[in-house]
């Protein structure tokens, strides 16, 4: 058994896959590694890049899991902790924005530190735009109020984890997966060590706006029913409104000559608590939703087939 595997989702990384191996040979010299290079889908030439990398390094244990089409890193890296074998495992993204030097470093946390599990890198300095910086500490403050479970700022899934940390992720399969929740999820004790994102060789992030906020929303929903809740502080609040509203217009009728008046009143009023139940009925079909997902216990990935798995496995080294 390797002492170490390391987990490599890639999507369209076609540019990188090579640079990105050359810089693991040059930092792991005496290490015995695995490394599990994920395909999820790549629409480039990132599989032939695998293949290329695994016929000219026959000395290295090289698996590669070809995914039947894009299922998100996610799903990536869910497959290559069920794939992985050593008592250690990274992961680690192959655009070369994280040094694999950093794996060896929080190596030494964990051979040091026994009390410690997994350690979880973050970014000290974030170099991007203000105002997404600012969204991101919203987001944090918040999830961190209404979850039971703690959400690390900045920690990213550059993670290296202790093998009872990824047998206790892999005995959650549910189909929506929040890696930085089922980090926090699991418990055990977390090192968070600061690290400096390399700018992307090749190719562009995954990312933008409109995904950064779906993916904050996939969180909340994954990891509390709070949103559900708000629905119920608000149906409170309106009910003793109406109370004191209804009293007060009583009043008025005995003691005051009232002429018929408030038609923009009750258009405002009808208009707000239309537009309330809908968002609170969205809401609810978004936990129906996902239950019902959840329900059909589909796979989370779909492997179209395995690289190189049969000879490092015949070779008795898993
Ligand atoms: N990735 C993946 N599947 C996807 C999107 C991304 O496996 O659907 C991989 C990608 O190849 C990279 C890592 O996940 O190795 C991080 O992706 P990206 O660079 O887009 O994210 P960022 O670094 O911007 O957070
Ligand atoms: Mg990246």
Known sequence: MENLSIIIPCYNE???????????????????????????????????????????????????????RNFGKEAAIYAGLKESSSNYVAIIDADMQQNPQYILQMKDVLDQNKEYDAVACYQAKRKENKFLSFCKS????????????????NASDFRLLKRNVVNAILDMPEYYRFSKGLFSFV???????????????????????????????????????????????IGIIS?????????????????????????????????????????????????????????KNRPVYIIKDKLNYDNVKENGER
């Open 239 to 295: 009910f003793i409104a109406a109370f004191v509203y209804m009293a007060i217009i009583v009043i008025q009728w005995f003691f005051i000559d009232v002429t018929v008046s408030g038609y923009a009143t009750i258009v405002c009023l009808i208009l707000l608590f239309g537009g309330l139940q809908m968002i609170f009925l969205g809401i609810l079909g978004e936990y129906i939703g996902r239950t019902y997902i959840e329900a």
């Open 138 to 153: 919203c987001f944090y403050k918040l999830i961190n109020k209404i979850c039971d479970t703690r959400f690390e700022k």
């Open 14 to 68: 076609e540019k990188n896959i090579e640079l990105f191996f050359e810089k693991c040979l040059e930092t792991f010299k005496k290490e015995k590694i695995e490394y599990i290079f994920i395909n999820d889908g790549s629409k480039d030439q990132t599989l032939n890049k695998i293949e290329k990398l695994i016929k000219n390094n026959k000395k290295e244990n090289i698996i590669c899991l070809n995914f039947s």
């Open 187 to 233: 418990g055990f004790n977390t090192y968070y060590m600061p690290y400096e994102v390399e700018k992307r060789m090749y190719g562009k992030s995954s990312w933008n706006l409109t995904s950064l906020v779906k993916y904050a929303f996939d969180g909340i929903i994954s990891f509390s029913v709070f949103p559900l809740k708000i629905s119920t502080f």
